[in-house]
């Protein structure tokens, strides 16, 4: 794989993590629907933050370690 492809990959993934954070704070805060769930309405909106924060954090530390490699060379 070369480097290009997998820092779209990195990138789409970062994107995704962000959108489901957004989702979650969203389903959290503004829906009725989730609010009317109880117990399993916060559990939805938690693991859409979750899962959004697992996609995103590490593939921003192994960008930033991919562009200061780069920059090494």
Known sequence: MTNKKLILILNTSIITGICLI???I???N???TIEAM???GIIISAMCVAFGMVLSLPTK?????LL??????
């Open 22 to 24: 957004l989702l979650g």
């Open 26 to 28: 969203y389903l959290h």
């Open 30 to 32: 503004f829906n009725e």
């Open 38 to 40: 109880g117990v399993q």
């Open 61 to 65: 530390m192994y960008l930033t370690f």
């Open 68 to 73: 200061v490699k780069r920059e090494e060379k």
